[in-house]
């Protein structure tokens, strides 16, 4: 057990708090919610819907994400299948393990590997079985998702380059539909599976629609990953006790390790909501209309809800404060992320694995880039180096 007495009170562990202080921007007009104990009990509430209201359409064919109330609820309710702790530890488990060990047996013949890369095939893989995304070749599939995410990009690019980003971005979204989603789709409409695009076609959505889930998850659940595989890589890397602490402890033990991370660095910062009645909580009060924003990364370093020390990463603060690991990291309420288990055990089995290579070590470090489209960091091009196989 680590001593929290052995930290100064000025000890900061986070790699990603200058960044986020000079990048991150919240609409003027918005109110910031950062007291942990407060943006619990509006998130589990129902006092706050979605913002984004510019994405509901028919609420039948509408991304989770951007649902709420009753219509939300039922959606949760149908998808909740494809994350029991059940599934994750039998169907999932036996995919997250094999895509690891193909893609560090790459790393092991070539000697040296781009963390970014691998942990972005890794998270392709995973989330496009969840997904039922299974009829192509994944690491092409990666390339075509990558490519059509330069869609969030175009709107933060100068006049001129616009209307190529968009062009490019609309190419490569009809080269993801032809070449992945709809053999996916074809393959299901023949035969069901239990996966999300079996049951979107259950519930009669057309093709496009679809593709637009397909999009969301690949955001939702591949993006986000990729991200948190390599910061928790960065931190255990970079810090020897720490890693021969995460060697030496148990599964779940690990989980907390990478909670702790995830506090300290979170993928993502910000939720954001709108108010739908006057409100009165133990914590504080709100306003029908306002617009509210969750500072997740301010929550997760709130000293009245994390104890002492909060900018010092301690595996041993949520068992001390007896709180959930993941404090805001994957949200809270009727929308937290239903593939955080997911995200966290394959991280787990992938980092277990990568810091058992013999010679491993980060040859180089990530740079640390920032988007404004999602408000988060981006790591790229750190290298891990090992013993020629
Ligand atoms: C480190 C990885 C991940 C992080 C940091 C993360 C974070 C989050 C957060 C903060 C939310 C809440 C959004 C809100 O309240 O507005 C969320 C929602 C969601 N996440 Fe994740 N997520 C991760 C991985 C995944 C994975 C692997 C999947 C699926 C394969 C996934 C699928 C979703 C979905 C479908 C939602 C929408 C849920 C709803 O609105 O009810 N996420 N995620």
Redesign the pocket.
Known sequence: MIDSSQFDATRDDRKTAALVAERLTVAPESRVVSSLAFAREL?RGNATK?AGEEFLGDPAFTS??F?DGEP?KRK?QA?SRFFTPKVISTRYRAVMEQAADTLLAGLRTQGQGRLDQMSFEL?VT??AT??GLTESNQAAMAKHIQATLIALRVPTMSRWRRPVGQLQATLSGLRFMLCDVQPAIKARRAQRREDVISHLLDEGYPDRAIFVECI??AV???I??R??IVMAAWHLLGNDTLRERFLASTEADQIVTLEEI?RLD???NI?NRRVTADTLTSSGSVTEGEKLVFD?RAANVDEASVGACPYALDPDRARRVKTTGSYL???DG???????Q??LNE?RVFLDRLLRVPGIRLHREPDLCWTDVLMGYELRDAIVTCDPA
């Open positions: 998130l979605q989770v994400f649902l939300h949760r998808i998270a995973v989330a969840i997904v969301t998850y939702a659940g591949m986000t990953t991200e948190f995830m979170p993928v993502v939720l997740i990291s994957f949200g009727g929308h937290r992320c239903p593939g955080a997911v995200a991280t």
